[in-house]
């Protein structure tokens, strides 16, 4: 500090230099990631680079929001304790903020993207915040006549994050969508391109279903379709039932649109919508027990395995039903899985709907 008093330069301009360093090196190991992720997806460059270039942004944002908040603590607490209550600072905030408006993107639907307004007036708000701190000259602490504008613009910052939410549903793709032809139509979204061979496969595992299956004529990704719905295996979806069912593609797991596809072709095969003909909401714990049998045997199925990539904290009863229907999968012949699977269809649904089969 006695240097730096001493320096011809002003005070600011020394915290500047300072602060400029600080967010450099933070920078840097983030933007040689994110040039090397470049370097490997530019030799074919997919759709999607408009995608890339908003959450690359909020990166950025991210590692000034981290530099703003360190600095604010140590001109609140000095070097002493500063660095512990910076980190815990920033990540207990992090978590908070996350909650309201995004604050940080771990993964990226097709369906979502970046808001360039609401990133642009974030980085407009921390910016301030920066800029307010240099107000304080080095060796200051935010006492008295320096507190009122960092703890102004800090607000207003909190305010932003709080209000705005930074990750947007993207406008519908029907008119973009690449579909596979089939007893039911799957399309999705141009940036999963690359998951269509795996989706080809399902579409003719589709194809191969017994005809007491009943088949949703096309499915799209989530998103696409502005009126699509996701629907529960035993509920009423609520909204428009002729609205077409979706699915998504969750981190390339076949196990995510193996089971939006699997609970559409449930919901259409055992009428699940058909409120004025079936009497669903009367099903016995027994019966509910062997749907769930079934569902879980028909999403393994789809994806041609029967060990899940997933987990989940499901109740026990439940977990041992589908561990049960996924071992249908693993111990029977194709032929015998359909004979069990038809057999199901036709007496559950029989039971429950007055049209019967």
Partial sequence: MEQAAAARMRPAAIEGYR?????????????????????????????????????FAVGVFVTLFAAAVGWTMGKIFG??????????????????LDRQGSAVVITGLPSMTVDPVILAVRFAAVTALLAA????????RLRGR???????TAIVLIGVLLSTAIVVPREPAQDRATCIQGPTVLCVWPEHEKYLPRLEEMSGRIAALPDAFVLPPRMN???????????????LRVGNSNAVPYFLIIEGSPWSYAGGIETAITSATFNFQGADDCAWPSVTEADMGRLEVFSAWLEAYLVGGAIPDYQTNAPAEMQQNWAEGRARL????????????EGEVREIRGRYCASGE
């Fill in 330 to 341: 693993r111990d029977l012949s194709q032929e015998e899985q359909f004979q069990w699977a």
């Fill in 221 to 235: 990704e989530h998103g696409i379709d502005p009126g699509s719905q996701f629907g529960n295996r035993i509920d």
């Fill in 79 to 96: 070097a002493a304790l500063a660095p512990l209550v910076a980190a815990l600072s920033f990540l207990v905030l992090l978590g908070l």
């Fill in 19 to 55: 602060m400029a360093a600080t967010i450099v090196i933070l920078l840097v190991p983030y933007l040689v990631g994110q040039a090397a992720g470049f370097a490997m997806t530019a030799r074919t460059f997919p759709p999607g680079l408009h995608l890339w270039l908003g959450y």
């Fill in 146 to 152: 320096h507190l009122p504008i960092p703890v102004a």
């Fill in 133 to 140: 701190l240099l107000w304080a000259p080095a060796g200051v």
